[in-house]
Nanobody, 114 residues
Framework: QVQFVESGGGFVQPGGSLRLSCAAS???????MAWYRQAPGKQRELVAF???????HYQDFAKGRFAISRDDVKKTMSLQMNSLKPEDTAVYYC?????????WGQGTQVTVSS
């Protein structure tokens, strides 16, 4: 089954950092790649996206704290998250932008708590 595989989540205290990684199990790495997240009881939302040409967009809550990057040779994508807050607690996913339903992976859990 072709899908994305996320890793790097964990438990961190407020103000801490985590680096998430995304890899594709098949040839689905595309022009515009994105990170999404879904907090408990909320809908999945966009965090940031990056194009093959290097254009980057961050949602307001991610600006200044998160950094998205990609490696088109390795077909991987990363999300460096700094100054984490409890409200960043969520399952983080990668996918295309716009997303493709059949490509959703299991996600990686990020929990920010003291």
């Amino acid at each position: 089954q072709v899908q994305f595989v996320e890793s790097g989540g964990g438990f961190v205290q407020p103000g801490g950092s985590l680096r998430l990684s995304c890899a594709a199990s098949g040839n689905i790495f595309s022009d515009v790649m994105a990170w999404y997240r879904q907090a408990p009881g909320k809908q999945r939302e966009l965090v940031a996206f990056i194009s093959r040409s290097g254009f980057i967009h961050y949602q307001d809550f991610a600006k200044g704290r998160f950094a998205i990057s990609r490696d088109d040779v390795k077909k991987t994508m990363s999300l460096q998250m700094n100054s984490l807050k409890p409200e960043d607690t969520a399952v983080y996913y990668c996918n295309l932008q716009p997303s493709i339903d059949r490509f959703w992976g299991q996600g990686t859990q990020v929990t920010v708590s003291s």
